[in-house]
Each structure stands twice: as structure tokens, then as C-alpha cells.
């Protein structure tokens, strides 16, 4: 051992380095079909486990009892942005539920993996559900929290997630922005708005979930801005009667988009299955689930059903009132933006 | 461990320093702890162990003992040769050697994992090549084994190089001239000398392995029951609303740490045991 | 004796020990693979976005307010870990006192636990209404949400480091120096300053680095606590996320070099310091 020539050693212990990256990066299967079974890979958002997990073996039932196929499904959550951005990588998605359709939009323009037009290929802009953004006020509303006008009183605090870094907090950042164009007739009189409401907001968290903990476990804040499902649910979690939601006079419409991720369907063989698998979501059955899970149906009479849990509410849309998310991405939350500007200038 | 009082603090001195030290570690450590384990407790033992029990929860434990079962030795082999190379030869450059070695530390965690995306992604620089030829490395196993590499790559020749600096090489100059070959030497002079170190440096590595959550999130894809590990089942949980949940794998990853003290405690009683023989 | 020692490259010192070739390659090899080839992807991700571009990513005002906060509190939090991370290694090698093994193991804690699950616990302790914060508050001490409240969480993420690299060679140094200085006269003051501090010194300086380093970058535990308001208590790691968010990875790539160089030299001044004091101290 200790003769052979110092040089060679070199090469060897380089050799054995290189071998070892060599097994590291072995192979893993990603294979979707096998004989009489399929398997789809669903990537979504990260609130929507309970809801893939009451609608994924009814689909299965239902796709076995159609086709006589085995469905299996592997499931990622995670926060939208970075869900996106995996797929773009190469995470092997068949299908994308996601919390905005800017995020799909990115895995078209980016990753080239679905069509551009992608929005049309399923009803009601691709989205089979929507929510809203509401208040979460403490119990009693001491603060007598009711509109967003209420919002910039002296005096309350209010808990919103930083829109740099969370889907969710876009959507309030843009509701605001609503209520006030509409209360003060203009942009700028939008901007002095949400200047002042941001001059009430203690803490930005990175996340949605980051702000319910904020708001709720550690008791900061007098409002919560958060969307209506997680609202709801966070009520019957973390303590029925603590808290109160309040809905305010005008929201926006969020609409969360599914996708079949075309290109990587078609490597898989998976096509068939994903593309059923988003039509499914749109039957009375899963419209339940998704009504069950707080999210409001499409379907004229699950709604109907439901309308207790989702009171009506004037919506702006992101498509009618902001020409679409990809303008509003670049007017209010890229860098050197709106958002940029009421929080860095003093 | 026995003292002369010529070369010990007072009494008062010795009690006073502990305190300070147990206070200090009491408001930093043992608080923060406290405040997991009682999150995980909140709503009763029984909880605790469903949380636990959740296909979930375990397959996220078998995947990060797997990951910390490859990359921990990985790091080890390459720990006691850097050290080797570094203080036991001089040579031009080996400060910016250590520096390259202690770089992984200094990078943020988001970082290590975007850099094995922009590499092996479907977009970086090897990933066509790679999907070309059918191998996954990121969102799969080995791109989260990577990643960990990455992260604890410096920590076992990190507590090497002072000690072994500290120590010389003397003893191994002396071996070498009776007529000792380089691996007796290796075996029987340095790695007494340096055990202590090393297994310091192996259960930090270790531990750093097993709940590193920045760059394997990042690397990961999060997929239910493949591969996430536990660190990310935390977060996942979490962001379900389940604190128990969520605080229970979390100090289930604390109690998985703490077991190696226990091997170490186990290992420290045999060799104080083999030492006193021999003294 | 063994023929490699004879043929050694020529730009090393000589050296009787055997291995150079061996274990030099094999670190190089390792480390070349491991960590310089994917961080030689930041570097030519941010060179493809022009200079104008990268200036004004990685120095915008905002950015340059993240480093200020970064920096500023990896360096409190590492002098904080130099300081009692010195007293807790002292303590635990030194001393015996019931309970020592539960403690030791204690001080690797915050590697195994995921760092936001640390953030989580830390804000849950220091917020307003926390176990702790609630009495800051009367007294007008803020801790959660600023940068008092990054600098405790960077403790804990370093703690670890101090303790760990100072207590092997605290361990090592044997007691004969100590009565050597405690025969000719030294009292214990003297003999910790002259005899036993120089000798842990390096150590130290090696654990305040790595805790240091590893605090710049921290992101998990600190996210929590920090607030991030911009341009008060949004650290630097985040405006990476932020980057990355608008899918501008060039733009992340640029705020990752800029932070990485600046760590990079001032671990390498350490290291470099630490080379020229040992060798004036002929050891």
C-alpha cells in the first residue's frame, strides 16, 4: 500500500470520489404505468391534503368502476410559488392544483411542460372551486372590526403575510387595493389605502399558515387577513367561539386552478386518468367535498345546499379588475413595485 | 475526573461558574425545548402516539435515518483524510483549503438547495443530459442526499483540524521512524489520539443530517410517503393546523438526537474503563 | 521506511509522514464535487445577468439593509455563543456536577431540530404574549420581531459550534502545564489568560466562524421571529425567497454571491490569522 507512487494515489482517491458521486445519483423509478394500474402525481398547495384526501379514493372507485384500472396517487404540498418552481425543475407532476393560476402560467412560460392557453381546457377558468379573503376578528370584535375602512383605524394591528413570499397575502394585498379604488375613485387614492393599512401590520410573515400562528397562537393582532377557507377551518381547529369571521363588504375572487401538465402526462402515459381525474372535481360528489372543506363549489346546487357557510360577498375578479395576474404580479409585487414602494419609502 | 486544588478554582468560583453556564443554557436550550415538548403534549400522550404512528410519520423517519445513514460516513472518510492532509503536511494554500471546507456553513440553506437545482434540475445545466438518460437525482433520494452531504460537509474535519493541529505529529513521526507502516500508524497513534473528536464530529454531523429542512426542502418535491423526511413532515404538518402533530415528530427528532448520547455516553464508560486499565 | 516520503511533490514541506498523495486527492476530489462544482453554478448563474443588473439586485438599498442585518446580527450572536460557549465547554470538561451527561447532550440539540420548528419554539417563548416576552413587554423590552429577537435565535442555531469545537482541545490540554504555571507562582487568573487561553484560542476563533457563517445565512428559525418588515428586520436570506418568488433566479444567484464572498473573506482572514499567530507561536 504505502509503495505505490504518490501521483497514481492521487488518481485513485480522485477515481474513488468520483465513483462514489457515481451510486449517489442512482437510479429511482418514476414510472407511472404497470400492466392494470396507474399512478398519478398530484402537486398542490399546501391546505389542500384533507380535500385530495376525501376526493382521491372516491376518483379511484369511480375510475376503477369505469375502466377496471388500479389509480394510485403520490401527493406534494407545499406553498404555491415553490410548487411551481419544482415542477419547472423537474418534478415529476401529472397534474397541478395550485393556489394561483400565475403559478401555472409560470410552468407554461417557463417550463414549456403545458400549453399556453391552458386556463380553457376545463369550465369556470380551470378552477373547480374559489374562495374569498375575510376577516378573522377576536370574540366580541372589541375592536368593532366590519369593513375595510375599519382596517386603518388608530389603533388596530392587522396580521397579513408578506405578498413577496406567499400567494395568499396577494390575494388580500389586492382586495384592499379594491376597496380603495372603490372608496376613493382613484389609484392613488388605492395606494394611500393600502400605505396606511400596511403602517398597521406588525409582523410580515413569510406564509399564510405563518400569519394563523401569529393571530392565533400567539394573540398578536386585532385582524386576521386570511382566506375564507382557512378562516373557516382554523375556527373549528384551533377553538370554536374564540374568534369570529367577518365578512367584509367587498372581496376578491380567488379561483385556485387545476392543470394537467401536459408533456409530462404524455411521458407518463397518464393522460387519460389526469385529465378525468380534474373533470371529477367538478361532479356533484367532489363538489361536496370541496364544500365540505370550506372551499365554495361551483355547482349551482351543492351551493345552493351550502349557502349558509358562504354568504354572498361583491366580488372584483383578478381577470376584470387587475387585467389578469400577470400584470398584477408586475404592477404591485415585482421588484421596484407597488408593494416595494408603500413599504420602503418612509 | 480528579483535580489539585493548586490548578482549580475555588469552591465558590466552580459553583458559580456552573450556574452561570446552566442559566445560560436553561434560558437558550432547555426553554426552547420545553416549549416543543409541551406544544406536543397538549392534548395528551394518546395524540403524541397517533401522530407518531401516522404510515406518514414513519416513512418519514425510515427515509431521514437512510439519509443520515449514507451521508454520515460519507463525511466521516472524508473528515479524517482533509484533517490528515492539512495538519499533518505543510503545503501552500491550505488555509484557503479550510476555508473552501468551512464554505457549506457559510452558504444559506436556501442556497445549497437551489445550487443542486440550477445543476441537475430539468433546466440546470446537467438536467437534460440526465433526463435523457432516465436518472432522477433532484426531487428523489439521491438529490436529498446530496444536499445533506452538502450541509454537514464540514463538520467532522472541522472539530478534527484543531485538535489534530493542536496534538502535532510527533507521535506519528515517532511510529514512522520504528518501522511502523502508514495505516498502523493511522490505527494505532492517530485514531486513539483523536477519538474524542471524531465521534464529537460524527453525532454533530449526525444530528446537522437528520434535521437539516432549508436545502432538502428544496431538493425534496415533498411527496407523501417517498420523500419526505421528517424535518419536512414537520412543516407539513404544521401547515395542516396539526401542531400536535407537527411538535410531536419534531421532538421525536430531538429524542433521535438525543440517542446518541447515549451511544456516546455507552462508549465514553468503556474507554474511561480501558484507559484506567491501562494508567 | 516507506519510498513515498522520497518522491513527495516538490511544492510541499518535507515530511516523514506517509498519505499526501491519498488523503490530499481525495479531499480535492471530494470537495471539488461536493461543493465547489454547484457553487460554481451561483457564480455563472449571476454572470449571465450583466453587471448594471447585478449591482442593482445584489447592492439595492434594500438588500444592502438585509446584509447590514444579517451581518450585524451573526457577529452579536457569534460573540454572545464566543462568550458563554467558552463558559459551558470550560464547565462541562472542568467540572462534575449531577446532571452533566444530560447537559452535553443538550448542547447539540439545535442541529437535530429543524430550524423552524427552533423558530417556532423561540417566538412562542419571546413573542408579547410568549412565556418570557410577556414580562419584557411591561419593561419596554421588544424581543420578537427584532433584530434582538434574530440575534437570540442565531444563538441557538450557534451555540453548538463554540462549545463543540472548544471542548476537544480543552479536553486535550493536559493539567501539567496548568501546575507547571501554578509552580512558578501563577494564580489561577494568570494561568487561564496566559497558559490555557492561547492554547483554545484558534478553537474559539473557529467556533465564533463557523457559528458566524452559519448565522449569515440562516433562514428556518429566523423567518419566525424576525418580523421581516422590509428594511428593518428582513434578513438577507429572505430577499433570496423573494427572488426566487418572482421566479428571478439570476437575481437570487446575485444576492447568494454577494453574501457568499463577504463570508468567504472573512473566514478566510480568520483562518488565515489563526496560521500566522500558530506560527508564531512555533508550534
Known amino acids: ?346 | 475526573m480528579s483535580r489539585q486544588h493548586s490548578t482549580s478554582e475555588g469552591r465558590a468560583a466552580r459553583l458559580g461558574l456552573i450556574a452561570l453556564a446552566l442559566l445560560f443554557l436553561g434560558f437558550f436550550l432547555v426553554l426552547p425545548l420545553l416549549a416543543v415538548f409541551s406544544e406536543a403534549l397538549k392534548q395528551g400522550l394518546g395524540a403524541f402516539i397517533d401522530a407518531v404512528k401516522n404510515p406518514d410519520a414513519l416513512a418519514a423517519i425510515r427515509l431521514t435515518l437512510l439519509i443520515a445513514a449514507i451521508s454520515v460516513p460519507l463525511n466521516m472518510v472524508f473528515g479524517v483524510a482533509a484533517s490528515w492532509a492539512i495538519t499533518k503536511f505543510r503545503f501552500p494554500g491550505r488555509n484557503l483549503l479550510v476555508t473552501l471546507i468551512d464554505l457549506p456553513f457559510s452558504v444559506s440553506p436556501v442556497v445549497s438547495g437551489l445550487i443542486f437545482v440550477l445543476l441537475f434540475g430539468a433546466n440546470g445545466y446537467l438536467g437534460p443530459w440526465l433526463a435523457a438518460h432516465g436518472v432522477k437525482i433532484i426531487f428523489a433520494v439521491p438529490g436529498i442526499v446530496l444536499a445533506t452531504v452538502f450541509i454537514t460537509f464540514p463538520f467532522v474535519a472541522r472539530e478534527l483540524i484543531p485538535l489534530m493541529m493542536e496534538q502535532g505529529k510527533d507521535d506519528e513521526e515517532a511510529a514512522i521512524s520504528l518501522g511502523a507502516n502508514g495505516w498502523q500508524t493511522f490505527w494505532h497513534v492517530t485514531l486513539p489520539n483523536i477519538r474524542w473528536g471524531l465521534l464529537y464530529g460524527v453525532l454533530l454531523c449526525n444530528a446537522r443530517a437528520m434535521g437539516e429542512f432549508g436545502a432538502v426542502s428544496v431538493v425534496s418535491g415533498h411527496i407523501r410517503g417517498e420523500t419526505n423526511t421528517m424535518p419536512l413532515h414537520v412543516e407539513i404538518l404544521y401547515n395542516e393546523y396539526d401542531f400536535v402533530g407537527a411538535f410531536a415528530v419534531a421532538s421525536l427528532l430531538a429524542a433521535l438526537a438525543l440517542v446518541t448520547l447515549v451511544v456516546k455516553s455507552l462508549l465514553e464508560w468503556r474507554f474511561d474503563l480501558h484507559s484506567g486499565a491501562k494508567h | 521506511m516507506p519510498t513515498t516520503t522520497f518522491r513527495r511533490p516538490d511544492w510541499r514541506a518535507p515530511s516523514v509522514l506517509p498519505g499526501f498523495g491519498l488523503t490530499f486527492g481525495f479531499t480535492l476530489a471530494w470537495l471539488t464535487l461536493i461543493v465547489l462544482i454547484p457553487l460554481a453554478t451561483i457564480f455563472l448563474r449571476s454572470a449571465g445577468m450583466g453587471w448594471h443588473e447585478f449591482v442593482a439586485v445584489g447592492f439595492s438599498h434594500r438588500a444592502l439593509a438585509a446584509y447590514r442585518l444579517s451581518f450585524g446580527t451573526a457577529a452579536a450572536a457569534g460573540l454572545v455563543n464566543a462568550l458563554f460557549g467558552l463558559l459551558v465547554a470550560w464547565v462541562l470538561v472542568r467540572y462534575s456536577f449531577p446532571g452533566k451527561r444530560v447537559v452535553s447532550a443538550l448542547v447539540d440539540l439545535p442541529f437535530a431540530l429543524p430550524t423552524a420548528v427552533a423558530g417556532i419554539a423561540l417566538t412562542a417563548i419571546y413573542a408579547p404574549t410568549g412565556w418570557i416576552g410577556q414580562y419584557l413587554e411591561p419593561l419596554g423590552i421588544k424581543v420578537a420581531f427584532t433584530p434582538i429577537g434574530i440575534t437570540i435565535a442565531l444563538v441557538f442555531i450557534g451555540l453548538p459550534f463554540v462549545v463543540r469545537s472548544v471542548e476537544p482541545v480543552l479536553a486535550d490540554l493536559g493539567h501539567d502545564v496548568e501546575e507547571a504555571a501554578a509552580t512558578l507562582g501563577a494564580n489561577r487568573v494568570q494561568t487561564f489568560s496566559q497558559v490555557i487561553f492561547p492554547a483554545i484560542a484558534p478553537a474559539l476563533v473557529t467556533g465564533f466562524a463557523l457559528a458566524f457563517a452559519r448565522g449569515v445565512g440562516e433562514y428556518g428559525s429566523v423567518i419566525f421571529i424576525s418580523g421581516n418588515m422590509p428594511g428593518k428586520t428582513e434578513i438577507a436570506p429572505l430577499l433570496i425567497v423573494t427572488q426566487l418568488e418572482q421566479y428571478a433566479y439570476a437575481g437570487a444567484t446575485a444576492i447568494a454571491t454577494v453574501m457568499m464572498l463577504v463570508s468567504f473573506v472573512i473566514l478566510f482572514g480568520l483562518n488565515t490569522w489563526q496560521a500566522v499567530r500558530r506560527r508564531r507561536l512555533g508550534a
Open chain 1, 1 to 346: 500500500m504505502t509503495t505505490a507512487h504518490p501521483k497514481r494515489r492521487l488518481f485513485l482517491a480522485a477515481a474513488a470520489a468520483t465513483a462514489l458521486t457515481a451510486v449517489l445519483a442512482g437510479c429511482s423509478g418514476g414510472g407511472a404505468k404497470n400492466g392494470n394500474a396507474v399512478q398519478i402525481t398530484n402537486v398542490s398547495y399546501d391546505p389542500t391534503r384533507e380535500l385530495y384526501q376525501a376526493i382521491n379514493p372516491a376518483f379511484a372507485a369511480a375510475w376503477k368502476a369505469k375502466t377496471g384500472q388500479d389509480v394510485a396517487f403520490r401527493m406534494s404540498h407545499g406553498g404555491s410559488g415553490k410548487q411551481s418552481r419544482a415542477i419547472i425543475d423537474g418534478l415529476d407532476a401529472d397534474v397541478a392544483t395550485l393556489a394561483l393560476a400565475y403559478d401555472i402560467d409560470a410552468i407554461a412560460s417557463k417550463g414549456h411542460l403545458l400549453g399556453a392557453d391552458w386556463q380553457k381546457a376545463l369550465p369556470d377558468n380551470s378552477a373547480p372551486y374559489t374562495s374569498t379573503i375575510v376577516f378573522l376578528v377576536r370574540k366580541g370584535n372589541p375592536k368593532g372590526i366590519h369593513d375595510w375602512g375599519d382596517l386603518v383605524k388608530p389603533g388596530v394591528q392587522v396580521i397579513t403575510p408578506n405578498p413577496k413570499t406567499s400567494g395568499g397575502a396577494r390575494w388580500n394585498f389586492l382586495a384592499a387595493w379594491a376597496y380603495g379604488r372603490k372608496a376613493g375613485g382613484s389609484d392613488a387614492a388605492a395606494e394611500a389605502y393600502v400605505r396606511r393599512l400596511f403602517a398597521q401590520v406588525p409582523v410580515l410573515d413569510s406564509g399564510a399558515r405563518g400569519s394563523t400562528t401569529t393571530f392565533v397562537e400567539r394573540g398578536i393582532g386585532d385582524v386576521l387577513l386570511a382566506w375564507e377557507n382557512e378562516a373557516l377551518l382554523s375556527q373549528k381547529k384551533l377553538g370554536a367561539g374564540q374568534f369570529e369571521i367577518v365578512n367584509p363588504s367587498l372581496s376578491i375572487l380567488a379561483e385556485p386552478p387545476v392543470a394537467v401538465i401536459a408533456e409530462n402526462a404524455k411521458k407518463h402515459g397518464t393522460e387519460a386518468v389526469a385529465k378525468a381525474y380534474l373533470e371529477y372535481l367538478y361532479t356533484p360528489e367532489a363538489q361536496v367535498a370541496i364544500a365540505r372543506n370550506f372551499y365554495r363549489p361551483r355547482d349551482p346546487q351543492v351551493a345552493a345546499q351550502f349557502k349558509d357557510q358562504f354568504p354572498a360577498i361583491q366580488f372584483v375578479t383578478i381577470d376584470k379588475d387587475f387585467g389578469g395576474w400577470g400584470a398584477a404580479q408586475k404592477t404591485f409585487f415585482d421588484d421596484g413595485g407597488v408593494f416595494d414602494r408603500i413599504t420602503t419609502a418612509k
